[in-house]
C-alpha cells in the first residue's frame, strides 16, 4: 500500500509540473510542423528582408553567417550582432547542415557575400530532422563550399560549441567526444579546400574540469551559448573574416 501510494502521488507531481498539452497548443504545435513541412529549408525566414537589401556597393565586404541555433540567437541579447559592419544573420534555430544547402544561393551567394561563416553540424548529431553523421556533414559542408568558390566568396567552417550536464542532460545527444571527433572533421575539410577553420570550441570548453563540456557560465541550459560566451567568441570571428579578406 505504501508503494502505491507513492507511486500516485508521484504521478501527482510530474502531472503537476507537466500539465496536458491544451487544444490551443496541440493546433499550434500541428500548425509549425505543418510550415515546416512546406518550408523544410526555411527559404521563407529570409526571403523577404533579402529583397529589400541594396546590391553590394563597389569595395563593400558583406559577411554572411550561415548556421542553426547558436548564430541565430547571436544579437537577440544584450551583446549586438557586429553593429556597424555589412554583416548579416542567416541563422535559423536548430537547422542542419541539408537545410542550409537548400538556402545557401538565397541566403549567402545572393546577398553578394565576399565571406561566409558556416555554422553546421551541431542539429544534425542532435538529430533534430532525423539521423545525421560525420559523413553526411561533410557531404553538405563540401556542396556549400563548391557553391561559395563558384562565386568567389571566402569560406569559414565554425567549429561544434561543447554542451553540459550543468542543468539537464545534454551530452547524451551530442557526447563530448563525437563533438570533438566531428570538429576535428571540420579542420581537416577547411585545412583540404583552403578554407578557415573558426574555433569557437577552445574558448568555450572547460579545460579546468578535464570532462571536455562548455564552462557553466557561457550557457544558461547547457546547449546554447549566452551572452558572455558570444563576448568570447565575437574576437575569434572578426579575426577569422579579416584573415579571409586577406586572402581574396
Same mark, same amino acid.
Given at each position: 500500500m505504501k508503494l502505491l501510494a507513492g507511486l500516485l502521488l508521484l504521478g501527482s507531481l510530474v502531472s503537476a509540473q507537466e500539465p496536458a498539452p491544451t487544444v490551443a497548443s496541440l493546433t499550434a504545435e500541428l500548425k509549425a510542423a505543418q510550415?515546416?513541412?512546406? @518550408?523544410?529549408?526555411?527559404? %521563407? +525566414?529570409?526571403?523577404? @528582408?533579402? %529583397?529589400?537589401? *541594396?546590391?553590394?556597393? *563597389?569595395?563593400?565586404?558583406?559577411?554572411?553567417? !550561415?548556421?542553426?541555433t547558436l548564430t541565430a540567437n547571436w544579437g537577440k541579447g544584450k551583446v549586438p550582432f557586429f553593429p556597424g559592419k555589412p554583416w548579416f544573420n542567416r541563422g535559423i534555430p536548430l537547422q542542419t547542415t541539408p537545410q542550409m544547402l537548400v538556402r545557401f544561393r538565397q541566403d549567402v551567394v545572393d546577398l553578394g557575400a565576399k565571406v561566409v561563416v558556416i555554422e553546421?553540424?551541431?542539429?544534425?548529431i542532435g538529430m533534430v530532422m532525423g539521423p545525421g553523421s560525420e559523413g553526411t556533414i561533410s557531404d553538405h559542408l563540401h556542396?556549400?563550399?563548391d557553391i561559395?568558390?563558384?562565386?568567389?566568396?571566402? +569560406?569559414?567552417?565554425?567549429? !561544434? *560549441? *561543447? +554542451?553540459?550536464?550543468?542543468y539537464a542532460q545534454q551530452t547524451r545527444r551530442r557526447p563530448v567526444g563525437k563533438i570533438a571527433a566531428i570538429n576535428g572533421t571540420l579542420r581537416d575539410i577547411? %585545412?583540404? %579546400?583552403g578554407s578557415i577553420y573558426l574555433n569557437y570550441y577552445s574558448v568555450l570548453v572547460n579545460t579546468a574540469a578535464g570532462n571536455r563540456q562548455i564552462k557553466k557560465e557561457l550557457t544558461d541550459n547547457g546547449i546554447d551559448p549566452n551572452d558572455a560566451a558570444y563576448v568570447l567568441m565575437a574576437p575569434l570571428a572578426e579575426k577569422a573574416i579579416a584573415d579571409a579578406l586577406a586572402s581574396k
Open positions: 510550415h515546416q513541412l512546406a @518550408d523544410w529549408g526555411g527559404l %521563407t +525566414v529570409y526571403g523577404s @528582408d533579402n %529583397t529589400e537589401i *541594396p546590391p553590394a556597393k *563597389p569595395g563593400e565586404n558583406r559577411v554572411v553567417f !550561415l548556421g542553426g553546421g553540424g551541431f542539429n544534425d556542396s556549400m563550399i561559395a568558390k563558384a562565386h568567389g566568396i571566402k +569560406v569559414i567552417i565554425a567549429s !561544434l *560549441p *561543447p +554542451v553540459c550536464d550543468c577547411a %585545412t583540404e %579546400t
